[in-house]
């Protein structure tokens, strides 16, 4: 059991350059959510998804566009990277609406803007 | 800005020592979460609270959901260093379809 998955895990990059994370969950849940965690702010909401080709802005979407042409993908590019950007990227995935569902986070994508 | 403010930010508590850390909101929740997160890792679900003054227990854990639904606790008993890591509370904004993340207390357990 597979379940979600992230990639890169680490990836350093440049201002001004276009960066895509991936995310794959196999436990065809509705709901996925991309989130970033810096230090001081906890887990901030990017992007989410309630189905395929449904998706909303989050808490902090600026500089950052999300898919979801399939159920069990939903990658984040963050278009013209920028230092602020710097941070742990985490997606997650849940089988219901998240005020009734537990979600189910990936490991994690550790991104470094130069 | 958060929906819930969490407190405190770090703990150090010798090993076999208490733990607590408290969510607080100024608006009524409709239900809250718990995560833990530890170092290096990514979070994961401990538990759901929905009922107003609601009480679970998870062998040392015990979580509370006050009786206004306005703040959330995680208590534990008698640490252990497996308890090191950072715990999130987390409650859905009430104007939008979006889970909401305290900032997270980081506990050390010092052995």
């Known amino acids: 059991d597979a379940g979600i998955t992230q990639s890169p895990r680490y990836k350093i990059t440049e201002t001004g350059r276009q960066v895509t994370l991936m995310c794959h969950q196999t436990w065809s849940h509705s709901y996925m959510f991309w989130y970033r965690q810096d230090l001081g702010h906890g887990l901030r909401l990017i992007y989410y998804?309630?189905?395929?080709?449904?998706?909303d802005k989050g808490e902090v979407p600026d500089g950052y566009v999300v898919s979801r042409s399939k159920t069990e993908n939903f990658p984040l590019t963050l278009e013209s990277a920028t230092r602020s950007q710097t941070s742990v990227y985490f997606c997650?995935?849940?089988?219901?609406?998240?005020?009734?569902?537990?979600?189910?986070f990936g490991e994690g994508s550790r991104l470094t803007v130069l | 800005g958060q929906q819930v403010m969490q407190i405190p930010q770090y703990q150090h508590v010798q090993e076999g020592e208490d733990f607590t850390t408290y969510c607080n909101s100024s608006?009524?929740?409709?239900?809250i979460q718990w995560y833990k997160q530890r170092p290096g890792g990514h979070p994961v679900f401990l538990i759901q609270l929905v009922k107003s003054g609601e009480v679970k227990k998870q062998k040392r854990l015990t979580f509370q959901f006050g009786e206004a639904k306005k703040n959330s606790s995680l208590h534990i008993t008698a640490t252990q260093t497996t308890d090191v890591g950072t715990y999130f509370c987390a409650s859905p904004r009430s104007s939008a379809r979006q889970l909401t993340f305290g900032s997270g207390t980081q506990l050390t357990v010092l052995p």
């Open positions: 608006t009524t929740l409709s239900n």
């Open positions: 998804s309630a189905a395929a080709d449904i998706t």
């Open positions: 997650a995935s849940s089988v219901a609406d998240r005020n009734t569902g537990e979600l189910f």
